[in-house]
């Protein structure tokens, strides 16, 4: 992690438009002043137009300030011009003028990106699926080739037992008893079956607002991975399970025809069918406490409004306790 802190956490909730463009500008970019800002919980992103012939568009994201060295950043940055450099649908970052893909403006780190078009699908066909795995795979191939050396491991003891610690001071304590074990539970079946040995790069946080499709030539809808803040070490089943919305049967057919596409490029380990799960669980762990280290963030209270009430720890209890009774 970096050691930004303090007055440059004050600079990042309080981005001005000339402070925004300004750190632009100074990349390498002359923008024509228009910018939007998008919807982004961790770090700040907007949209910006340059002043080109074509009135290009680009995506700025200024980093929050803490959470990731400059290394780290990097590294995420090498993955995404690796997908690329391999023919995988990848929105990597541009250069800026200092001839990296990273700068610093008035503490800040920011990466400008091309603007990708593509929407969210809102549904997903069994064929459509099937591609969606064959795009993982592809993923997954270039991830295997080296390892990460910056990047946080998805086990418990980054993502699971601090969470649950940081968590003991927010649950309400007539809940906590039910929360604590239900936790506790998922956590030492991850602990039991988690192998990192097996870990691979991967996205981390693979979810459908992350998947982008766009209608290519040939009248298929072609699929592409945003945002990668998330890339760490960990398990293959990790950037599968989130993309299963399915009960029953149909979710059955869900998970064999993401397969089914994902082994025609790459084999995936069986034996991490059986962390689809618990990984959900994990995540509703994490989240709930990535939610606890923002409070301090004055946009967090506004976008979590019930984050404090009996009823919404009531509903994460029994979230987590039907993951927890499952296994």
Same mark, same amino acid.
């Given at each position: ?20 463009? $300004? ?38 994201? =200024? ?25 995988? *649908? ?14 610093? =403006?008035?503490?800040? =780190? ?82 039991? &079956? ?62 064999? $025809? ?17 962390? &689809? ?27 979590? *409004?019930?984050?404090?009430? =009996? ?17």
């Amino acid at each position: 992690m970096d050691t930004q802190s303090g007055s440059t956490l004050a600079q990042f909730y309080d981005l001005t438009p000339d402070v925004v463009l $300004a750190g632009v500008e100074k990349a390498g970019f002359l923008t024509t002043g228009e910018y939007l800002q998008l919807n982004s919980y961790e770090n700040r992103v907007f949209d910006v137009r340059l002043e080109s012939a074509s009135n290009e568009r680009v995506v700025v994201k =200024y980093y929050r300030p803490g959470r990731w060295s400059q290394n780290a950043i990097l590294e995420e940055h090498f993955f995404l011009e690796e997908l690329k450099a391999n023919g995988i *649908p990848a929105v990597a970052p541009l250069k800026q003028s200092n001839q990296q893909t990273l700068s610093a =403006y008035s503490g800040l =780190y920011l990466a400008v990106f091309p603007k990708a078009i593509g929407r969210m699908p809102q549904e997903l066909s069994l064929d459509e699926l099937n591609r969606v795995g064959r795009l993982l795979a592809r993923v997954h191939n270039v991830g295997s080739q080296s390892e990460s050396r910056t990047r946080p491991i998805l086990d418990t003891e980054t993502y699971g037992w601090p969470s649950l610690e940081i968590l003991r001071r927010r649950v309400s304590p007539e809940l906590w008893s039910r929360y604590e074990a239900a936790a506790e539970t998922i956590l030492n079946f991850l602990e039991e &079956f988690l192998d990192e040995d097996d870990f691979i790069r991967i996205h981390g946080d693979c979810h459908r607002g992350n998947l982008l499709q766009q209608d290519t030539r040939e009248g298929e809808k072609g699929f592409f991975l945003v945002d990668f803040d998330d890339f760490c070490m960990g398990p293959q089943a990790q950037d599968f399970w989130m993309l299963l919305s399915g009960d029953g049967d149909r979710a059955s057919e869900e998970r064999d $025809a993401l397969l089914s596409g994902y082994e025609e490029l790459r084999s995936f380990p069986v034996e991490q069918e059986r962390l &689809f799960l618990p990984l959900r669980g994990l995540r509703i762990l994490h989240y709930a406490a990535w939610i606890a280290r923002r409070w301090s963030d004055p946009s967090f209270p506004k976008i979590f *409004p019930d984050y404090e009430t =009996y009823s919404y720890w009531a509903e994460e209890t029994e979230a987590l306790e039907r993951v927890a009774w499952a296994l």
